[in-house]
């Protein structure tokens, strides 16, 4: 689920403003980019800042945090990392990226740059989601941590990106829930079964999964010899999805097994 991820103004400006500085570092090779030797801090960050450049986003990383161990007190080191967060994100190292972020919002929550450390951190749950046989935690942090930046920052243009990546989340959740239910279906287990469609019905029902959710509960109900709630289930199917082929399947459900109901 890898998308473009946004940046804040104020790195967007630390890049330019690097730019100024003395370029020697960024000439360096390998071995002594990744030297632990003191450095000033423009050295140190115009090292960085090469290498990001470069597309060398571990080495990046690694020369943004060394900035902030150096420097620890200078404007650079805040800057320095948030870098190295989105230095790891570019890299696919989202467990780095996620420290680096964290670590800066537990230094400075205050911050201009916290609503982006927060959404940084969202996304590199986001882009972790696997496909919906696997294990969910991921998942679900990626929900809560989107939910949050949603909640905390509804004005901004990191809430307005993270609603759209949240309703792409709950629909893979959804996902989850009918491939399960779908399991318990197929080995005849409808109790189990009905509380899996429920689930989607009542926490994802504006998710695209909800008309089949209602189908496989009206079959579920049907095979518990409970036709009420079949009837009730088909009803509310045919209430909102009455063109869709999930609702056609139903109401021929329960004329066959339920006619009277």
């Known amino acids: ?101 964290s670590r800066f919002l537990s230094i400075h929550p205050g911050n201009r740059d916290a609503a982006y450390a927060n959404y940084l951190i969202a996304v590199d749950y986001y882009e972790q989601i696997s496909d919906v046989t696997r294990d969910q935690k991921i998942t679900q942090q990626a929900r809560d941590a989107l939910s949050e930046v949603i909640r905390r920052y509804p004005n901004t243009r990191y809430a307005a990106d993270a609603a759209l990546k949240l309703d792409l989340v709950n629909d893979h959740l959804a996902g989850k829930e009918m491939e399960i239910g779908r399991f318990y279906q197929r080995r005849a287990q409808w109790l189990a079964a009905t509380l899996r469609f429920r689930s989607v019905i009542d926490d994802y029902q504006s998710t695209s999964h909800t008309p089949e959710a209602l189908m496989r509960l009206t079959e579920s109900y049907l095979a518990l010899g409970i036709p009420a709630e079949a009837k009730k289930a088909a009803a509310v199917l045919g209430s909102n999805y009455p063109g869709s082929e999930w609702y056609d399947r139903a109401y021929k459900l329960m004329r066959q097994k339920a006619p009277g109901a």
């Open 1 to 101: 689920m890898r998308m473009p991820v946004l940046r804040p103004a104020a790195l967007v400006i630390a890049l330019v403003i690097v730019g100024t500085l003395a370029g020697c570092a960024g000439r360096g090779n390998k071995k002594t980019d990744t030297s632990y030797v003191a450095r000033d801090v423009n050295t140190l960050y115009n090292a960085a800042k090469a290498r990001l450049d470069r597309r060398q986003y571990k080495l990046a990383g690694a020369l943004f945090d060394e900035v902030e161990r150096q420097h620890p007190y200078s404007v650079w080191a805040r800057r320095a990392q948030l870098m190295s967060a989105y230095s790891y994100y570019l890299g696919r190292n989202y467990p780095e990226s996620i420290n680096s972020a």
